[in-house]
């Protein structure tokens, strides 16, 4: 599995891009917002993180191996979850991804669905399809902040600690990080969560109450 390429950007196309790896040339499909970012960048280098598939008719037809890439790791995970969706392919998940990640995210976590219908590709019946299989799974993506960073060890809050289990605040702090939230705003997000009343029993539970304080 290739999961990161890092190369000189070549060219950019519609639906993809052409990166000198030396010394071979890639084409990698990429979803809009990420052709948007990338466009003015040839002759740069460029790191990708990268995801992997077969596209063809597995039946007397030929297969192709792809590859998707990505400015980050968030973005990249993303797209796997939408693409859990039944009915939400490998190609109809890049048309879609026409807007950043957290704003896709907040559309689903919404419950836009007239909105998330006007996306290429994604009708209301798939808006819906889509908002009742992710919104509960799409919170975190919601409260990105800026690139993604790395997992630090959960540190201790100031929060009541008895209306969560201590897995729950641990995974939490370390996916705020996962989206770009520093130790400090991580920590101070679940406090406010942790001093109401509410119990937490799962990491999606807390991450809906840190998006609706973010909302606030």
């Known amino acids: ?68 890439g990505f400015l980050s790791t968030v973005d990249r995970e993303f797209f796997d979850t939408f693409c859990s969706v039944d009915g939400v392919g490998v190609r109809k998940a890049l048309r879609a991804m026409v807007r950043p990640v957290r704003e896709i995210a907040r559309t689903i976590q919404e419950q836009d669905v007239k909105m998330l219908a006007t996306f290429p590709g994604i009708g209301e019946a ?19 902040v800026g690139p993604d960073g790395k997992a630090a060890p959960p540190a201790p809050t100031n929060g009541k600690a008895e209306n969560a289990a201590p897995d729950v605040v641990s995974d939490v ?9 520093s130790e400090m705003q991580a920590r101070a997000a679940i406090d ?14 807390m991450i809906e109450a840190i998006y609706q304080q973010d909302k606030d």
């Not at 299989?133 to 975190?140: A, D, F, P």
């Not at 702090?173 to 939230?181: P, Q, R, T």
Request: glycine letters at 8%; proline letters at 4%.
């Open 1 to 68: 599995m290739i999961t990161q390429i890092q190369g000189v950007l070549r060219a950019v196309a519609e639906e993809s891009l052409t990166l000198a790896v030396d010394p071979f040339e890639l084409e990698v499909l990429i979803p809009e917002h990420t052709r948007r970012q990338v466009q003015g960048k040839v002759g740069e280098a460029i790191t990708l993180h990268t995801t992997f598939f077969i596209e063809g008719q597995a039946m007397g037809g030929r297969m192709n191996p792809r590859l998707i």
């Open 126 to 144: 798939m808006a819906e399809r889509i908002v009742a299989k992710l919104r509960r799974k799409v919170g975190i993506y919601a409260l990105i």
């Open 173 to 181: 702090y370390a996916l705020l990080l996962s989206v770009g939230h």
């Open 192 to 205: 406010r969560a942790l001093a109401g009343k509410k119990k937490f029993k799962s990491v999606p539970d």
